[in-house]
């Protein structure tokens, strides 16, 4: 079995690899070629949240499991909230073929899914950037947007301000004016994309413009909440799978309030293999609820794990 140590993963994997991998597992979804096994996510108390997350993916010859969590008291101690290994087994025989750190991979993932969603239903002409959040994920978000669309400003939004400079310094090192905004500044942006812990909605349906599109990327857990649940029902919606985002993400208060229904969301894979609509006039609001599935990690950890046995920077055992 392969080790991949969360230290190798930053020059095995670019944002472009992340990009290609979870667009290819979200169409595979959306062909019934790979889906995901049910998510099994604890809480712990004080915020802290651990689980699986795992599934099979035939066409690309992967099954396997995250197991991790977040854990918001790490941070004081000099690590990040997220932590998770990835565990990938042969479909076939269900030996392990490689254990891989999951902490970078699940920010390049995220962040991924994210761009693709900007990418495939944003107005082509996008040129204001909003993010809600600034916490670790915040700088791999915005990174990834910048790469599918010119955006000209970035104005952001954080319930704690003073984390805001740290995302002012990325948006600086791409080149792009920052500019810290209340909430209802977020009518001038074209996209917004929401990536916070919070346990309740910030951002409501009057801050968000006509003709926006939304990835609301925070919600992964029952209880959180990032958006009014208004904004849904306003919303042409979109999700990487529907079962999560009407249990875990952020499609569950709109669910349980009445407003939308499971049938109102389409898979991103859908759009993405020609086999559903995107946006469908440029005054539409889309909304991409992205909860984050078990496909998605064992998609990038298998990347890594091949790009590290081809250059023999990973450890071999046997067990
Ligand atoms: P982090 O701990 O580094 O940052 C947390 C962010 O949430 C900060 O911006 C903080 O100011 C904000 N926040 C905290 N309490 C809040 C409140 N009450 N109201 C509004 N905002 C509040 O976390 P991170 O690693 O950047 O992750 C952000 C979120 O994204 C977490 O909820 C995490 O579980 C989730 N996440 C989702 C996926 C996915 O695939 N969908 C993947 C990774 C992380």
Not at 74 to 90: E, K, P, T
Not at 127 to 153: M, N, P, W
Not at 191 to 216: F, K, N, R
Not at 242 to 257: D, L, P
Request: overall charge negative; glycine content about 10%; hydrophobic content about 45%.
């Amino acid at each position: 079995m392969l080790i991949v140590p969360e230290a190798e993963i930053a020059g095995l994997l670019t944002p472009e690899d992340a990009f290609a991998a979870i667009e290819a597992c979200f169409a595979a979804m959306a062909r019934d070629e790979a889906y995901n096994f049910p998510v099994v996510r604890e809480a712990l108390g004080e915020g802290r949240q651990y689980g699986f997350k795992s599934g099979l993916d035939r066409a690309g010859g992967v099954m396997g499991v995250k197991s991790g969590g977040y854990f918001p008291g790490n941070a004081a101690r000099g690590m990040i909230n997220h932590q998770s290994v990835v565990l990938l087994f042969d479909p076939e025989s269900g030996r392990p073929t490689a254990l891989v750190g999951g902490n970078l991979l699940t920010a390049l993932r995220t962040a991924a899914a994210s761009a693709i969603s900007i990418d495939r239903l944003a107005r082509k002409d996008a040129r204001v950037l909003g993010i809600v959040g600034a916490g670790h994920q915040s700088q791999f978000q915005l990174r990834a947007a910048a790469r599918v669309r010119d955006f000209e400003k970035v104005i952001a939004w954080n319930y704690h301000p003073d984390m805001l400079p740290k995302l002012g310094v990325v948006a600086e090192e791409l080149g792009l004016p920052f500019e810290p905004v209340q909430l209802d500044g977020m009518r001038a942006a074209d996209v917004i994309v929401t990536i916070t812990s919070a346990p309740a909605a910030s951002l409501m349906d009057a801050h968000v413009s006509p003709g926006t599109h939304l990835a609301c990327m925070g919600t992964d857990t029952k209880g959180k909440q990032e958006v009014e649940p208004a904004l849904l029902a306003r919303a042409r919606l979109f999700t990487d799978e529907v079962a999560q985002s009407v249990t875990i993400g952020e499609a569950q208060h709109a669910i349980a309030a009445g407003l939308i229904r499971a049938e109102d969301i389409t898979p991103l894979g859908a759009v993405i293999a020609g086999l559903a609509e995107g946006r469908r006039s440029d005054d539409q609001i889309t909304l991409f609820d992205g909860t984050g599935v078990g496909l998605q990690d064992l998609a990038v950890a298998q990347a890594a794990a091949e790009r590290a046995r081809a250059r023999g920077v990973a450890v071999e055992i046997a067990i």
